[in-house]
């Protein structure tokens, strides 16, 4: 599709559908656009000490620069903000949000194939613009040569299993709909059409998709979109690989591990040793990914996520785990949604007493201190306390993305 055609749709359906008065209520937050997880999962839990360099590139109606811009705010980091979309109808209703909470932001109306004319970024957050590009790879590379170079990315795309239905539906809907309908029209169109799918649509059976319930521009998005794919995880690594980067960690962690959607141990001793392709088996078993969100870094640099070491700094992430420890009994799960399924995780039995300790200053040494101050000899020791308790709440917490670490402040 001819870079024109995507403008036009996102110049008359600004995505995703955002009313700047709302403002005053309420932040929108998500992955890949906190601060917070960029220390995490690209800084190793220390955010580089220097004025931040943020790029939120197709940034839309401005969820992901408002957000990392009200942290940083809320956080007193040096941040410059820059938001780089096509569409001026998004960017009036991203500026006006900006607007709304007071927050300095450079807008940009330009093509984010041109982004390395407004580089060099610590951080480059990219949110379902890629899979919409005639050729995503060139995307990708004009972002890596805006990267600084200890810099990283957030990128999210679509995946197809959780889309199963989606793109026949487009098919369907451009083999009723002239292309050159205009956009108000698609959008009736394809509500009547919406009314009359047989139960045996793929489309109608999906669970997973609800943008077109959402507002005319999430139908639009999802339904009469002329251009987007969708990547499964070895895909996902080879697009990453053709402009030089590699996966940092797909989030939420826990979804890609195979051993939170199969339990039989002669299964589980099956699973593949290499950590990608155990990543990909997820993804098949689930079936229910409708799309990936990842953190990835010139490929070579090593781990750069936060290493969880007894002196480093858990804290919650948007999360009230101050609450829940206080309501936890020993022994007691932890039930929730992942990835459209209901699930429940066994925490340790001191899950509650740790939870209550986590504030964001004591380090997880600092955290056993207290407790068996307040335990006495109740107390763990040391090592039942990080082999057992930590690694196990950890790996849960962590593994839903509501659990980050930071490095000790000297
Ligand atoms: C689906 S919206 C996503 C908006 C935002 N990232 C979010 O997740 O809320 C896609 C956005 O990418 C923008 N876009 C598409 N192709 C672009 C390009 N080549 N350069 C800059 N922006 C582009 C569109 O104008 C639109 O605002």
């Given at each position: 599709m001819p870079i024109s055609a995507l403008k036009e749709q996102y110049e008359a359906y600004p995505y995703p559908s955002r009313d700047p008065a709302e403002e005053a209520k309420r932040l929108v937050t998500g992955t890949p656009s906190s601060l917070e997880e960029v220390e995490h999962y690209l800084f190793a839990g220390q955010l580089p000490k220097r004025t931040l360099r943020l790029l939120s590139a197709g940034g839309g109606t401005g969820d992901a620069i408002i957000q990392m811009a009200q942290e940083a705010k809320d956080k007193g980091l040096e941040v410059e903000l820059t938001h780089l979309d096509l569409s001026s109808a998004s960017q009036?209703?991203?500026?006006?949000?900006?607007?709304?909470?007071?927050?300095?932001?450079?807008?940009?109306?330009?093509?984010?194939?041109?982004?390395?004319?407004?580089?060099?970024f610590d951080y480059i957050d990219c949110c379902g613009v890629l899979h919409h590009l005639d050729v995503p790879e060139d995307g990708l590379k004009a972002l890596e040569q805006a990267l600084a170079p200890d810099g990283g990315m957030g990128i999210m795309v679509y995946a197809p299993l959780g889309r199963t239905g989606v793109y026949t539906l487009q098919a369907a809907l451009r083999r009723l709909i002239p292309a050159d309908t205009?956009?108000?029209?698609?959008?009736?169109?394809?509500?009547?059409?919406?009314?009359?799918?047989?139960?045996t649509n793929w489309f109608k059976r999906n669970p997973f998709m609800n943008d077109h319930n959402v507002s005319d521009?999430?139908?639009?998005?999802?339904?009469?979109h002329s251009q987007d794919r969708a990547y499964d995880v070895p895909q996902f690594v080879a697009f990453m690989a053709s402009a030089g980067l590699e996966?940092?960690?797909?989030?939420?962690?826990?979804?890609?591990?195979?051993?939170t959607w199969i339990k039989h141990p002669d299964l589980l001793s099956r699973l593949p040793a290499d950590r990608l392709a155990r990543y990909a088996l997820a993804e098949e078993l689930s079936g229910s990914f409708f799309k990936h969100i990842a953190y990835v870094t010139r490929s070579g640099r090593g781990t750069t996520i936060a290493a969880l070491t007894p002196e480093s700094v858990p804290y919650f992430h948007y999360f009230d785990g101050t609450a829940i420890g206080k309501k936890l009994t020993p022994g007691q799960n932890l039930t929730g949604q992942l990835a459209g399924l209901n699930v429940n995780f066994a925490l340790p039995r001191r899950a509650g007493a740790i939870l209550q300790r986590v504030d964001g200053s004591r380090s997880w040494r600092a955290i056993h201190a207290d407790l068996s101050t307040s335990l006495g000899r109740d107390a763990p020791a040391w090592e039942t306390f990080w082999d057992e308790d930590v690694a196990d709440l950890y790996a849960k917490l962590n593994g839903i993305n509501v659990l980050l670490l930071k490095k000790p402040t000297i």
């Open positions: 009036t209703i991203a500026k006006a949000r900006a607007q709304a909470r007071g927050l300095t932001i450079n807008f940009v109306q330009d093509s984010l194939l041109n982004a390395p004319n407004y580089g060099l205009a956009p108000a029209e698609k959008v009736k169109i394809a509500r009547k059409l919406l009314a009359e799918l047989p139960a521009a999430g139908l639009y998005d999802l339904l009469l996966v940092v960690e797909f989030v939420e962690p826990i979804k890609y591990d195979p051993a």
